[in-house]
């Protein structure tokens, strides 16, 4: 939805890179928030992955199929979120390494790959603030090597800082309000919502994908 009203007001080839550093704060703000309920070594697995997909993605940092991107991320959310349970290897440290180099690769071509490593999360972890603290912790790594990788690249995100740092500000607020509403919440509810909110991020994405 972010990347989406970004659209409506910033250049195309502005929008990835200051998603980026929005998402970053408002990820390094969840985590910070929730900093007592992250799965650390998920972290610290996930970065080697991440540095090896940033790379690749460097060398090709080009315009891929957007359709074909869409399709594939939404087939595989609906997969985590429906399907049967991942086997363990791909549970693993393995998979985590996969996922952190996957992610990346994609997440500096179609922005937000947040719904995907959340989809993944929800296989590995049970409790709501896990699911939750994890996920902006990895996201916030992950935005962090994006970031990197377009200032290599010879984007700068300097015009854009007020810009962002309003928006970072504002998401801020929004994290404090929904994690009051997240400790209300049944962990079953929980499960099922993030389902949902997941599922239809995918069927947004085939929709993305099938109207060009």
Not at 201 to 208: E, G, M, N
């Amino acid at each position: 939805m972010l990347l989406g009203i970004m659209a409506q007001i910033v250049p195309p080839q502005a929008i990835i890179p200051l998603h980026g550093m929005v998402q970053l704060g408002s990820n390094a703000n969840r985590a910070a928030m929730l900093w007592r309920d992250i799965d650390r070594q998920m972290v610290v697995a996930f970065l080697p992955g991440a540095a090896v997909g940033a790379l690749l993605g460097s060398l090709v940092l080009i315009s891929l199929p957007s359709d074909f991107l869409y399709l594939s991320i939404a087939s595989f959310i609906v997969y985590l979120c429906w399907g049967p349970a991942l086997p363990k290897i791909v549970m693993g440290r393995r998979g985590t390494l996969l996922m952190g180099a996957v992610t990346t690769f994609l997440t500096l071509f179609v922005g937000a790959t947040g719904p995907l490593i959340g989809a993944y999360l929800k296989q590995l972890y049970q409790q709501r603030f896990t699911i939750v603290a994890t996920l902006a912790a990895v996201m916030s790594v992950q935005h962090v090597i994006k970031i990197l990788v377009f200032q290599q690249a010879g984007f700068s995100l300097v015009p854009w800082l007020s810009l962002a740092g309003a928006m970072i500000a504002s998401g801020a607020i929004g994290t404090w309000v929904g994690l009051r509403i997240l400790k209300h919440m049944p962990e079953r509810r929980f499960a099922h919502i993030f389902n949902w909110v997941l599922t239809l991020l995918a069927a947004r994405l085939v929709w993305q994908a099938l109207s060009g």
